[in-house]
Every structure is written in C-alpha cells, then in structure tokens.
C-alpha cells in the first residue's frame, strides 16, 4: 500500500527557534499534500494543502508566515514552523494524496510530535 | 461553514459489549465519508462510503452511511481493549484541494 513518512518522529526545541518536518511518500508521486495539526485530545485540524510546485493554500487563521510550506517535488513537502514558540507545541501530521481521475484518498504520515520549550 | 460532528465524545464498555459510533455532517460538495482509528499515533484507514445504505464490514467493525439525512455510523461487535481508541470522521470535499474535513472525534476505551 502507499506509505508516507515524517521525518523526525519528535523534535524539542527552544523558543524562537525554527524546525522543519519533512513529509515524503515513499511509493507513489502525490500531487498534493496536506498538513494537519492535533493538540492533546483534538481532532485534526487542516493547517494547509499543498501542491508540488505551486503555493500552499493555508487555512483561515493559519499564519502563513510562521508556517512555511514548501512542495519541491512530488515526493517531498516540508513543513517548518519558524521562530517557534511553546503554544506551537503540538502533533503534526501530514498526509499525501494520490493522483487519480476526479478523487485520490489521502494517506497519513506517522506524524511528528514538536515539543518548544 | 462546513462542519462534521460525532458523538458520543467519549465512551466506556466493557469488552464484549456492541457500540455504535455516530457521525453527522453538513458540508457541501461532498463527495465521500471516511472512518479512521487513531491510536498513539497518526490515523488508520477503516472506510470509506460514498453510497447510500451500502454496509461495509471488515471482521467486527460496520460502517453505513445515509446521504438523506446526513449521518453515518460505525459499529463494533464484541469489542476487545485493542479497540481502544480515538475513531475519527472526516468528509471528502470535491473541490479544487481535495481536502478532508474531520470529525471532533469519539474516544472509546474497552476495559477488560
């Protein structure tokens, strides 16, 4: 079956520190990307949907420039939170969506646990 | 604004026992309803519906879904302490992004 990875698992950084997730898949080319993010007892919550070679398409209250998203290639997205901040701890998860006619279900990315100090 | 709500929030059995899982919806442009089971960590595929009264089943988990009325539900039979878990819904949109909207969730825990 397609198989996303997230690199790291888990990062604890210091405040006003920056951190990049990188989100691949790893057995098919996806033409977008999401990024979701989950705090303790939530759902997941959409922060953007990405697609190779284009510009992110955030979510209404996701700041754009504090989440940096960047879809180089139909295999890798990345996700870099910057000047992060304890409130930005949280589980982030990506998923990556295959490319058929009309629909692609979306697989999920074991997901990288920030913790900021 | 499209939103998608399950209930109960969370629930305590004891295993053995049947449990049914709701989730109700109102978005447009929907295209399909998705069950996933989350553990520790990200989510695991269970369903997806996009037709009316259909059941799908996979060993003691049903799921079905009614496009009038905008719900769907998921069973577990003769739960077991594996089955501990968040089960989460989310709506597949046709739009442009494809994006899925998910569900607040239901945490089940099965005790022995």
């Known amino acids: 079956g397609a198989v996303v990875s997230q690199h790291p698992s888990w990062v604890i950084c210091k405040s006003g520190t920056s951190v990049k997730i990188e989100c691949r898949s790893l057995?098919?080319?996806?033409?977008?990307m999401f990024w979701y993010r989950q705090f303790p007892k939530q759902s997941l919550m959409l922060m953007a949907t990405?697609?190779?070679?284009?510009?992110?398409?955030?979510e209404q209250g996701v700041e754009k420039d504090k989440f940096l998203i960047n879809h180089a290639s139909l295999t890798l997205s990345t996700l870099t939170v910057t000047s992060a901040h304890p409130e930005d701890s949280s589980f982030y998860i990506c998923?990556?969506?295959?490319?058929?006619?009309?629909?692609?279900?979306?697989?999920f990315g074991p997901g990288t646990r920030l913790t900021v100090l | 604004e499209d939103k998608v709500v399950q209930s109960p929030l969370s629930l305590v059995v004891h295993e053995g026992d049947t449990v049914t899982l709701n989730c109700s919806y109102e978005?447009?442009?929907?295209?399909?309803l998705l069950w996933y089971k989350q553990e520790k960590k990200a989510p695991t595929f269970l369903f997806m519906l996009?037709?009316?009264?259909i059941e799908k089943k996979s060993g003691r988990l049903s799921s079905i879904l009614d496009k009038k009325e905008l719900f769907s539900i998921l069973n577990i039979t003769a739960t077991q302490t594996g089955d501990s878990a968040v089960y989460l819904c989310?709506?597949?949109?046709?739009?442009?992004?494809?994006?899925?909207?998910f569900g607040t969730g239901t945490r089940l825990k099965v005790l022995a």
């Open positions: 998923s990556a969506r295959v490319a058929l006619a009309g629909w692609g279900e979306q697989f």
């Open positions: 996009t037709s009316s009264g």
């Open positions: 978005v447009t442009n929907f295209r399909s």
């Open positions: 989310a709506v597949d949109l046709i739009s442009g992004t494809y994006k899925y909207i």
């Open positions: 057995d098919f080319q996806a033409t977008t």
């Open positions: 990405s697609n190779e070679g284009s510009k992110a398409t955030y």
